[in-house]
């Protein structure tokens, strides 16, 4: 096959806003698969613990897999762009903001996740993209 294999780092700040690290994003770049003609529905909250994580379920559209964006106090106004698929584990304090406040936090074939690092009291919004391929394509 062909495309590009892409490496990013970031550095990534602590609660205090100090350096702690630095965060790698891993994607490919290849021929993009046809779009999905189905998006996920039902979405729910099934379960909350600490506050801080929750558990979002939802009917799985006909996509190979899903990216889910959260935002902070408002709508998610952005879309994911084809041919990119981020490594992200379901922390959202640690996600992939890729426009000002809108955050992947998920990204797989799953239609019940797990997803953690959210503030408690804060509203939180959410959108799920069904994807085709194994690069977000």
């Known amino acids: 096959p062909t495309g590009q294999l892409t490496i990013r780092f970031k550095s990534s700040e602590n609660s205090q806003g100090s350096f702690s690290g630095w965060d790698a994003e891993l994607f490919c770049v290849g021929a993009l698969a046809n779009e999905p003609t189905v998006q996920p529905s039902g979405v729910t909250i099934t379960k909350v613990e600490n506050s801080t994580d929750l558990e979002l379920a939802f009917t799985k559209g006909n996509g190979t897999g899903r990216l889910i964006m959260a935002r902070e106090n408002a709508s998610v106004f952005s879309k994911p762009v084809d041919g990119f698929l981020p490594l992200v584990n379901g922390d959202y304090a640690r996600g992939l903001e890729i426009a000002e406040g ?11 996740v797990r997803l953690t690092g959210f503030r408690p009291g804060t509203l939180y919004h959410f959108a799920i993209f069904e994807y085709n391929g194994t690069s977000g394509t």
């Open 102 to 112: 809108n955050y992947i936090v998920y990204a797989g074939a799953e239609d019940r």
